[in-house]
């Protein structure tokens, strides 16, 4: 994951790409960031592929609640901005799982644990974010589990 968005970088500079560039600087500052409290913590390699693909869904949510806001507000131009950043980084997570792959992976994720009601999400979410890290929005996903499990319980 590293070396793609390293890679990505030196693209964006070589291509003189303003916007893609400044935010690949907020992805190395914020991975600089969890590497330095990474080590810290006594894990000298920094953070995980996994960490890092956390990482990205934060910003990108982070940038969706932005925009939503200037949106609201009526700041179409602002919008846009955080949206272009969000297409950006949307590049490095892998392929999300569609609507139908998601409700099949959360259907195998409640077999899998035994879930019997809503008190067993825990185990479930933990299931599907060791599993589909970076393939799904588990702000969606969490709803679904919800619903999932109180129709058993």
Do not use: C, H, W
């Amino acid at each position: 994951m590293r070396e793609n968005i390293a890679a990505a970088m030196k693209q964006a500079l070589k291509d003189k790409d303003q916007a893609a560039l400044g935010t690949m600087r907020l992805i190395m500052a914020a991975l600089k960031d969890r590497d330095i409290a990474a080590r810290g913590n006594g894990n000298p390699d920094g953070i995980s592929d996994d960490d890092i693909l956390g990482l990205l869904q934060t910003m990108i949510k982070q940038r969706t609640e932005s925009a939503k806001m200037y949106n609201d507000g009526g700041r179409p131009e602002l919008a846009a901005a955080e949206e272009a950043e969000i297409a950006i980084i949307k590049e490095f997570l892998p392929a999300q799982l569609s609507d139908d792959e998601m409700s099949a992976a959360i259907a195998a994720a409640i077999e899998q644990t035994g879930a019997a009601s809503v008190k067993d999400m825990g185990q479930v979410m933990g299931f599907l974010k060791s599993n589909y890290a970076g393939q799904m929005d588990f702000s969606a996903a969490s709803q679904a589990v919800k619903t999932a499990l109180m129709g058993k319980g």
